[in-house]
């Protein structure tokens, strides 16, 4: 029995020392690989280091610290040299791209809000969490990461769930840029490209069906969002899914970077389809800064339920490009159940271009895109304006005969909403506002050619002007109804107006231009005096010029009123007497 176990002995030693002999290698070997994957992560972390150094090298290394901090106007001591970069890039974007790149993308902002906002808590808890949805295409880094920078810094982590990122088809593609957007946003971004540019409205629908969160906040990409921005605009949508909401939006200057607080306003649309803006009815007024009813968004920035906006259809997917999307989804929000809010504790400032900017949206010429435009236009007043659509096509008669498509979508979509007539909307939403542009317009207070008393063969024209300005042409040979560039209206509304556009003062009442009417009086208000036969500018009497014909240059211009200067008289083709007897009751003129 001995020998049975000595033999046992025998077998079992060595295994017992091969397994430690195992052991020890096994644990040269662990210790070894630890080694190993502590220097590849110092390796790793090295490498990301360095790629981020890279990165900032390109993007931030021109950045000048507290340049434009607290949103003061960036201003420095440029060389001849920096100046002639700084003009190249405005014409370029439209803004100041040379200026934007040495601002920092992390700029500090004040706090814009009225005190009272500053007071609001809300419970964070209860809030829903956010997808925000940025397109753009072949927009500046610098605007873009700023516009990053910001929501990443104002907004409450728990309430960013993921900003969704769409390249709509750019043309300059940067691909450090993407890299540079990885690293420095991390999880918080997710970037989409679509190669060949869809349009506004498209690119949104795709960044909105990838979104997780139960609300979708859209965003232009060149804005900068302010302190407490995101909390206002959820309380509405939490008491009730089917409202959407939209910030006060304020102005980020294009020369300077300054941001300007804006005003709280009623966004609506004229009758020949341009994006206006109303004053507050008394009693919201009153209420400042609770939220109010918005009957037309600027369609740029606004929250909304995920669901509702599906729901609703999102955009009609037959929307070309860019243009009347606003006033689509306003219309349909409001008519088919929901409604839309301004929220006044609510601030984002958006960088607006130079007005002398041709903003092009595609790479077709301007009549192509013109006319996208227009088919726009039609299909959104086909579906939603009932029969006060024929108002839009009388002032803009180019309409009647743009193909618009197919709308069969669009009405079913109407009728399973079961959504309420126009009517209603100018009934609940509108009583101010068809003061102001009546359906059924008054006469006019004189039209035709404005004729030079002093030189009675030139008449004022609009065609071709110079620098924006009008000039003197031959006058038709009808004075009452003249080709389209001559024939001048004095409005209800006390506008000099030809088409589109009129006739304003600007740099204290010395240059006469020609604009996009606004509708809002101001630098557009002018009167006619039948027995001076002068045209005069300007609401206060203190503050009025008249109209005075160069005919030496074939133009116009604007200076103190002279009843001995015969190049201030002119004649109208048309005028209404009994009208104009009438012209300045309930008219302030102090």
Known sequence: MCLDIWRHKKKVLPLLLLMAIGSIIYYLYTLELERELEEGAASTTSRLERDIRDLQAVFESEVIPDLGALGRPARGNWTEEQLEAIDKSQ???GYNAW??????????????????????????EKLPSVSVVITYHNEEASVLLRTLSSLRSRTPVQLLREVILVDDGSTQVDEKLNDFIKIKFLNMVQHRRITTQVGLMHARVVGAELALADVLVFLDCHVEVTKGWLEPLLAPILEDNRTCTTPIIDTIDFDTFAYRRGKPSRGFFNWEFNYIQLPLLKEEAVA?????????????????????FSKLGGYDKKLKIWGAEQFELSLKLWLCGGQILEVPCSRIGHLFRDGKFQVRYTNKDKNSERKLISRNYRRVAEIWLDEYKDK??????????????????????????HCKPFKWFLDNLAADFLNLYPILDPAEYASGVLQ???????????????NGQPKLGPCSSDHVFPSPEQYWSLTNRRELRSGFYCLEVRNQGVNV???????????????FDSKTHQVVSGQQQNLRHCLEAQPESNSVTSSVCDLKNHRQRWKFGYQNKQRLQHFWDNVKTQ
């Not at 700029?107 to 419970?123: A, E, F, I, V, W």
């Not at 002093?454 to 008449?459: F, G, N, V, Y």
């Not at 231009?513 to 009167?527: A, K, P, T």
């Open 513 to 527: 231009h020609i604009y996009q009417c606004h509708g809002q009086s101001g630098n557009q208000f002018w009167s």
């Open 99 to 124: 200026l934007s790149k040495r601002i920092s993308p992390e700029r500090t902002l004040y706090d814009m809000r009225h005190r009272s906002c500053k007071k609001l808590k809300y419970p964070l």
């Open 288 to 308: 400042m800064p609770a939220p109010h009813k918005n009957p037309i968004m600027n369609g740029g920035l606004f929250a909304i339920g995920r669901e509702w």
């Open 452 to 466: 030079s008393v002093s030189s009675p063969k030139l008449c004022l024209d609009r065609k071709e002007p110079r």
């Open 91 to 93: 014409r370029e974007t």
């Open 392 to 417: 839009l096509f009388a002032n803009m008669p180019h309409l009647t005969v743009i193909p618009v498509g197919n709308l069969a979508e669009q009405r079913d979509l109407k009728k399973r909403l």
